[in-house]
């Protein structure tokens, strides 16, 4: 170390390295701690961040985990606060953003790999269910993107008529329902099924057709249409 160096914390030297082979490798070359190191030294400009990162991962497992946890949780790693909380949201905000936009660009149908990624970043990770609707024209590109529900840990309180009233106000051809399953399962259960019928028999009529019903969790999705179920 020289001179000018005697001075610094033993920590800047490895962040200078940290953030050279993240822009030499790339994201793919670090670990998850390290990428949330990264995220972390704006929070903590005068503190080492690898104890706080690796906090993170023994606390959450992953990197997309410990972004998605929610807040108050995230308060209870020891040195974790609501600066390190802001900049770990801001980071999930970001890239939901970006896949937002790049869902809105293409027709649904032809970039469905995309709706399943960006539906199951934004609502997989969500401890409480969530119900929202994709509404899309006659081209099939999304005109609206609403979470209309949402409800406990187990259950979501639907209503048949708002959903199909929603579509017809937007002048809707067709719609996508997607809800997540905090448990991680995204299996359908029979109310899911059940209201999913209830929905496709209402809209029929007034010529907003149920392309598919999404149920994301941490374990993957599932499709109605991929089941036979629609």
Known sequence: MGFKDAGKPHYFGHRERLRRRFREAGADALPDYELLELILFRAAPRRDTKPLAKALIARFGTFAEAVNAPEELL???PGIGEAAVVELKL???AALRVMRGEVLERPVLSSWALVLDYCRASMGFENTEQ????FLDKRNQIIA???QQKGTVDHTPVYVREVVKRALELSAMAIVLVHNHPSGDPTPSRADIEMTKQIVAAGKPLGVIVHDHIIVGKKGHASFRGLGLI
Do not use: G
């Open 75 to 77: 308060c209870e790693v």
């Open 91 to 93: 980071v999930r905000a």
């Open 131 to 134: 119900f929202r609707i994709l």
């Open 145 to 147: 993107d609403e979470v």
